[in-house]
């Protein structure tokens, strides 16, 4: 018969390619695993309250925790995380649970109480909690429209910064022949149509790096997207801010932003003119630990 009683805290952070749980009990780890984000299927309830406690059930067989906290990709609405937050207490009636979005889970894991988490990385979405305490979220448009300075927003900005330049009729620059290489075209003209070939986040995100090579070796167009980038990510803490967010403190992670330092200054300088007073701190653990604290804020209630 599992523990009743068993004071262990139960992290689960489900992002869009990975799942990370982390379980503890008295602040020592009992189990620590990542697995697939297939089949999570964040818009019907049932059947991600059954991907979260499937999970538990074979991680910790032997135990019923008594607070599981869940930051869940695709949630981003109250709505959505009240209904998977009901499934999932119904399924698991000794524990007390807590549904956020993933993104929400930087602040708690850089031991902060309040702020605003910025991720950038796949794509970009700035995430807090207002006065009121009701979620608020911006960005996270997809790679189709929206996430600049994500991996494929940088990739489609860039090409569009090559057109421009094109239709000034300036000749191509480094960022512009690093990219009909990539793409195996001869022509900037060409470059939309390749880009719209191999359309799909993944895709385009795997050129990114082509953007900051170019940029590292001189080129003027390579610097102008990665500031515009900048600025756009800047913004989504404007907006923050505007929303009665507060943004004394700014959590920043993502692999391009946390990997890329000439994106990551160009956004703290930008930053400081429209919020001087924030304090940027770069996530350096794994967002399963505010999952971790969460549920023990949780049990503590």
């Known amino acids: 018969m599992p523990d009743l009683h068993s004071g262990v805290r139960v992290g ?26 297939e089949g999570w299927r964040p818009a019907y309830a049932t ?22 906290a869940v930051g869940a ?19 698991l009636p000794a524990a007390k649970c807590l549904v956020r979005n993933d993104a929400e889970l930087l602040v708690p894991a ?8 910025v991720v950038v990385g796949t794509g970009s979405v700035a995430v807090g909690r207002d006065r ?14 929206g996430d600049e300075g994500s991996a494929p927003g940088l990739l489609r900005e860039a090409v569009r910064a090559c057109m421009t330049a094109r239709d000034r009729g300036e000749s191509p620059d480094l960022l512009a022949i690093l990219l009909m290489r990539s ?20 895709s385009w995100g795997r050129r990114a790096e082509l953007v900051f090579e170019a940029l590292h070796d001189g080129s003027a167009l390579a610097r102008i997207v990665v500031d515009d980038a900048a600025v756009s990510l800047a913004s989504l803490v404007a907006g923050m801010a505007a929303r009665d967010v507060e943004v004394d403190d700014i959590v ?13 200054d160009a956004f703290d300088h930008k930053l400081r003119t429209i919020a001087p007073l924030s304090t940027v701190h770069r996530l350096t ?17």
């Open 132 to 145: 009121w305490g009701e979620p608020v979220f911006i960005g996270g448009w997809g790679w189709l429209i």
């Open 252 to 264: 920043i992670a993502g692999g391009v932003i946390l990997n890329q330092p000439s994106l990551f």
């Open 73 to 91: 990709h695709g949630c981003d609405s109250s709505r959505a995380c009240e209904l998977l937050e009901a499934e999932l207490a119904r399924r």
């Open 12 to 37: 689960i952070d489900v992002g869009g390619t990975k799942t990370h749980l982390r379980a503890e009990r008295c602040g020592q780890v009992l189990a620590d695993r990542v697995i697939s984000s």
């Open 285 to 301: 653990v794994d967002p399963v630990v505010g999952a971790v604290r969460l549920a023990d804020r949780l049990a503590a209630t």
């Open 183 to 202: 793409y195996d075209v001869t022509e900037v003209a060409d470059l939309p149509e390749a880009l719209a070939a191999e359309a799909g986040a993944a």
């Open 110 to 117: 850089c031991g902060l109480a309040a702020g605003v988490g």
């Open 47 to 68: 059947s991600a309250a059954a991907f979260l406690t499937d999970l538990i059930a074979v991680t910790l067989p032997d135990t019923a925790p008594d607070a599981v």
